[in-house]
């Protein structure tokens, strides 16, 4: 039965992971930038839902409703004042800048916050849990699961189904082409950093009620969330779900091993999936 | 008309730096006991950073995940001195034959992704790598351990003599590492790679096989990374999984220093270093602005002179200290 919980356990876990992995993918699909700062600006995100919830008192998860503009904003600005001239075929420059951004991100909190952990308390739902069967589920990972689910599907649907989604398609497909058709490259470009950071912002808060953070935590969500994309394969939303649940629990029954082995065990889930299926899992595009 | 490398500018700059080379090598008897340490440290990460400027530069395998084998190296070190019983020259060495061997598994895995994904899995490595090392009871675990004072006295009689073969170790593996990287662009394989760097697709179709190439940058480069990491390490005299595969001193420190002095070149790294070490020596004092501050400046040189300061130099005055270019040069009679 332990198993089994484990097995669920790391399941909800992916959800979490899956929140990380989401803004990664999209940025990659639409513009093919990685960003090196994705997992600073997940802390980042955790330390606006600190201040918002410390200045007014509210609930952490109304603080979504704060966070979650200002990091759009934050996105729309990012990539229109200094991602944009970034782009082309060589890799290097937004590697770089981003690489920058995440150094300067990190430390700018260590100076605004400390190095010393924080975390949101989030008042009885974080003890809160249902019983199905002879299993204890926590409230908040079932509901950080759903969101996750929530959030994939709303992107799907956006994508396939609304006048920004197949914006975002067809830069994707082809920039000049799509330029010439009218659309404004660096504008969809903002619009998409602006939808990524605020999935980010959500998962920032979920990341921040679940657990401690401090600045440098930053460095290893970046590698749960590439992880998630790389085991689901390349351009596939739902497929980064999968990957993130893949992670999620090969780190719980690594941690059911050992407790030392928690975090390597999903790195090395990820490393076989990287040796058998380099394409990952449910790749759609590639990369 | 004829086509040469070299160039008045390359000879007074080989000359020139052989100058600087002695006057360095007789660094024990002129500098004192800090001095020496700061410029040992600042040998290392010329080296370290020629090393990431070939790999980044030349080959287009831009890695964030260098600390692996820094780490790797300098727990070599403590292992082959303690357990094997070697003298820590030779597990210098030893680690440097470690280092490439353990690569070549990492490489024909990680090689499987492109670009900016590759990046991220150099990284995903070094954390297994650091989490690895954690778990190995025998090298301190999680905590670390410290290299025995009786390996450290077998290097040299007394603290002077100790230090001075510290310091010859770290300017020389400078001098190795930058004289490898160059003779390494001269050669056949050197010319494959510019080749690469310059177009691809056009490399592959005159017959290069570029995955070969890579592998064999990345192999050399892991080598001489471990053996630039166990020197790091007998200078610290103290390692620690977190210490060992720190991704900011090791690798986020490495890139300011090449993107600074000027990617793709072999003055950039050297360039970059100085400029790393005097703004350090300078801003030090600020702590965590003064990485704010290094971070805006690799942006802002990015975004503004991708070719560093290097490249503004040499756009303005086409000169360079390292003959690799060819160039024509017209004879009077020619016209």
Known sequence: MDWVNALVQGTLLGGLYAL??????????????????????IVLASYLGLVVVTATGMHPLLALAVAVPAMAVLGYVLQHGILNQTLGDDLLPPLLVTFGLSVIIQNALLEGFTADPQKMNAGAIETASVSVGSLQLGVLPILTFATAVGVIAALQWMFYNTALGRAFRAVSDNQEIAQLMGLNRRHIFGLAMGLALGVTAIAGIFLGIRTSFDPSAGASRLIFGFEAVIIGGLGNLWGTLAGGVILGVSQTLGAKIDPGYQILAGHIAFLVVLAVRPQGLFPRVSG | MKVTRTSPAARIAAIFGLLVLIILAAGPYWAGRADMRLMSEIFLYL???????LMAGYAGLVSVGQQAFVGFGGYMLFALTIFGGLSPVVAIAGAAVLGSLIAVPVA????????????????????????????VSALGGGSGSSLPVGIVRSMAD????????????????????????????????????????????????????????????????????????????????????????????WTAFVIFIVVIGGIGTLEGPIIGTLIFFALRETLADLGSTYLMVLGAVAIVIMLKAPKGVWGLIRSRYDFELFPLSYRVHHDDTDK
Not at chain 2, 47 to 53: F, K, Q, T, V
Not at chain 2, 108 to 135: D, H, K, N, P, S
């Open chain 1, 20 to 41: 990380f992995a989401a803004g990664l993918s999209l940025i990659f699909g639409i513009m093919r930038l990685v960003n090196i700062a994705h997992g600073d600006l």
């Open chain 2, 47 to 53: 080296a370290l950073a020629s090393l990431w400027n």
């Open chain 2, 108 to 135: 024909v895995l990680i090689f499987r992704l492109r670009g900016a994904y590759f990046a991220i899995g150099t990284w995903v490595m070094a954390e297994v790598f650091r989490l690895t090392f954690a778990q």
């Open chain 2, 158 to 249: 007394g603290r002077a003599a100790r230090e001075a073969l510290s310091y010859w170790l770290a300017l020389g593996m400078a001098v190795v590492v930058i004289a490898a990287v160059y003779f390494f662009l001269r050669s056949r394989q050197g010319l494959a790679l510019t080749a690469i760097r310059d177009n691809e697709l056009a490399a592959g179709s005159l017959g290069i096989d570029i995955w070969r190439t890579k592998f064999v940058v990345y192999i050399v480069t892991a080598g001489l990374t471990s053996m630039v990491g166990a020197l790091i390490f007998l200078q610290k005299l103290r390692i620690s999984p977190d210490a060992a595969f720190s991704v900011n001193d």
